[in-house]
């Protein structure tokens, strides 16, 4: 399940061990393709990490305060440190094989 952030608020994710932030918006083609792969991946990978969706239009801080400049955006965190981004579309294995790799 991914949860929605709001309010420019990433402290949760910021106290996991791990998370995967997805840096969206409505109105963006790949990130509608994207989300519905990531939520199957996250249901996947229940207990390995938290999964968090940002819309950056409604959080426009959070985007800056990561340095989102396109989207989608993946960003991976460590205990409240990034250590992996990736920008665009990725087809399910790909993308799981990635975020594997890198929690």
């Not at 959080?59 to 990736?86: C, Y």
């Amino acid at each position: 399940m991914i949860k929605v952030v709001t309010n420019n608020d990433l402290s949760e994710a910021k106290n996991a061990a791990a998370a995967v932030i997805d840096f969206n918006a409505t109105w963006c083609g790949p990130c509608k393709m994207l989300g519905p792969v990531l939520e199957k991946i996250s249901d996947e990978m229940a207990g390995q990490a938290a999964f968090y969706g940002v819309d950056v239009d409604e959080n426009s801080d959070l985007a800056e305060e990561f340095s989102v400049m396109s989207i989608p955006t993946i960003v991976i965190l460590k205990n409240g440190e990034v250590v992996a981004q990736r920008l665009g579309f990725a087809p399910e294995p790909i993308l799981t094989e990635w975020l594997k790799s890198n929690l």
